[in-house]
Every structure is written in structure tokens, then in C-alpha cells.
């Protein structure tokens, strides 16, 4: 369980500095915050992101991954 949970958060950084940095990802960076459901707010020059259906759908492919990788039958 700890390496899966080590894994996790490295590629969770990952993704995190790729986003920061812009690092173009094909098929990955076209859909990430873009979905239905994420908000885009704009404001005197600045730009708040909600992404409530990205986040949705990471979740649920983590819950997914966790049970799949999980020891107890």
C-alpha cells in the first residue's frame, strides 16, 4: 500500500509541475480543466479555475485504480 500511495503522490506532482509549467502532453493537455462542469473565472486580469468535473473523473479513476491494486478479497 505504500508504494501505491508513493506512486500516487509522484505522479500527482508530476502532473502538477507539467500543468504549472505548460508543458504540452498530447491527448492530455487538450481536455485537463476544459470539461463541462469546470468554471473559468475571469476578473481584472486574473483567472480562477474550478475544475469540479476534472477532479470528478481523477477521482473516480483513482477509486478505480485503489480497488483494482487492493489486497482484500
Known amino acids: 500500500m505504500g508504494r501505491f500511495?508513493?506512486?500516487?503522490?509522484?505522479?500527482i506532482v508530476a502532473i502538477g509541475?507539467?500543468?504549472h509549467f505548460d508543458v504540452e502532453i498530447?491527448?492530455?493537455s487538450d481536455w485537463i480543466g476544459h470539461l463541462p462542469g469546470d468554471l473559468i473565472l475571469y476578473k481584472k486580469?486574473?483567472?480562477?479555475?474550478l475544475p469540479?468535473?476534472?477532479s470528478a473523473v481523477f477521482s473516480a479513476a483513482l477509486c478505480l485504480l485503489g480497488s483494482l491494486f487492493s489486497s482484500k478479497k
Open 26 to 28: 498530447p491527448g492530455f
Open 5 to 11: 500511495l508513493s506512486f500516487g503522490i509522484v505522479l
Open 52 to 54: 469540479f468535473t476534472t
Open 45 to 49: 486580469g486574473v483567472a480562477i479555475y
Open 17 to 19: 509541475l507539467a500543468l
